[in-house]
């Protein structure tokens, strides 16, 4: 049931199909983008990473652009929205991205005055770059003008600060407009914590580490009343936001330099393991371009792997 299916139609719009219970999941992209490999590794060596996924001559590695639509049967939901066309020229000559999630969302049949909730993990400009269109008078739009946005309060008071840090991550256009016009509902830990549902199905819980609030989105289609306790693991996802950016980073150690908290990520990571492995989670990762969807397994070392 929650075994993926290989990518239908243009496989380079649309990255990945599965049935998840009720619920419909198809990968939608926009595009690749290139990244410092250093520092989506961290502390790991260049010699142990490149093995996995080579670098380009000036240390580059690409990465992708993944955003989940979910269709419940009642409502069509977008998780994140890519790094979207707000890129000054210069930053789009950096990254080498290529703004195609109108054109992936075109492409599986999703048209954005259906979408009726966009969720962010955080507000990363690769993360919620689409949530807004900037056109070419300089305004800023919902890129789905009948959703309703969800992001947490924390990101965008920490975007607000403009920390040395970490400020070429925040763009405001991404979001202020959003939560001016009272589109974007704004979530906090309190109220995770007391009600983490967005609605049947869909909910979101805290993963802090990579930034100090950053959510992950577990996906629960309701069981049919007829199927039995006996039918195997109730079928669950969980797009996981940056604390497993890609297949290459399941290891616990194997860290991103950028993550505001370390050592928080590896006891996250952990802690997540401990659910997703027994109970045969579908584990959804944003920036693997090539391999959006997959369960986790431990080999016979102990250490989490792709399954099959
Ligand atoms: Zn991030």
């Given at each position: 049931m929650q075994q993926p299916t290989p990518p239908l139609e243009d496989s380079s719009l649309v990255r990945a199909r599965a049935a998840l219970g009720e619920f419909e999941l198809t990968v939608c992209t926009d595009g690749t983008y290139l990244l410092d490999g250093g520092a989506m590794f961290g502390v790991v060596p260049k010699t142990l990473w490149q093995k996995r996924i080579p670098a380009d001559a000036e240390n580059?590695?690409?990465?992708?652009?993944?955003?989940?639509?979910?269709?419940?049967g009642r409502q069509?939901?977008?998780?994140?929205t890519g790094i979207g066309?707000?890129?000054?020229?210069?930053?789009?000559?950096i990254h080498q991205n290529q703004a195609l999630l109108p054109a992936s969302l075109a492409a599986a049949g999703v048209r954005p005055e259906e979408v009726d909730i966009v969720l962010n993990?955080?507000?990363?400009?690769?993360?919620?770059?689409?949530?807004?269109?900037?056109?070419?008078d300089g305004s800023v739009t919902p890129t789905f003008p009948n959703a309703r946005y969800f992001a947490h309060a924390g990101e965008v008071a920490h975007g607000h600060l403009q920390l040395e840090r970490d400020r070429v991550s925040y763009l405001s256009p991404n979001y202020d407009p959003l939560i001016d016009s009272g589109q974007m509902t704004l979530l906090d830990d309190a109220g995770i914590l007391a009600n983490p549902e967005i609605c049947p199905g869909i909910s979101v819980e805290l993963f802090p580490g990579h930034t100090a609030?950053?959510?992950?989105?577990?996906?629960?289609p309701p069981r049919a009343?007829?199927?039995?306790?006996?039918?195997?693991?109730a079928p669950h996802?969980?797009?996981?936001?940056?604390?497993l950016p890609t297949a290459h980073h399941l290891d616990v150690t194997w860290v991103m330099g950028y993550d505001l908290d370390p050592l928080r990520c590896i006891e996250e990571r952990k802690r997540f393991?401990?659910?997703a492995i027994p109970e045969e989670w579908l584990v959804l990762f944003t920036h693997d371009h090539d391999t959006p969807m997959a369960q986790v397994m431990l080999n016979d070392k102990g250490k989490p792997v792709v399954k099959g």
């Open positions: 580059r590695i690409k990465l992708g652009l993944n955003s989940v639509v979910v269709r419940t069509t939901v977008l998780i994140e066309n707000k890129q000054s020229p210069k930053m789009q000559q993990t955080h507000l990363h400009f690769d993360h919620c770059g689409w949530n807004t269109t900037l056109h070419s609030h950053m959510m992950g989105v577990h996906l629960e009343v007829e199927s039995r306790p006996s039918a195997g693991a996802a969980c797009y996981i936001g940056d604390l393991y401990a659910r």
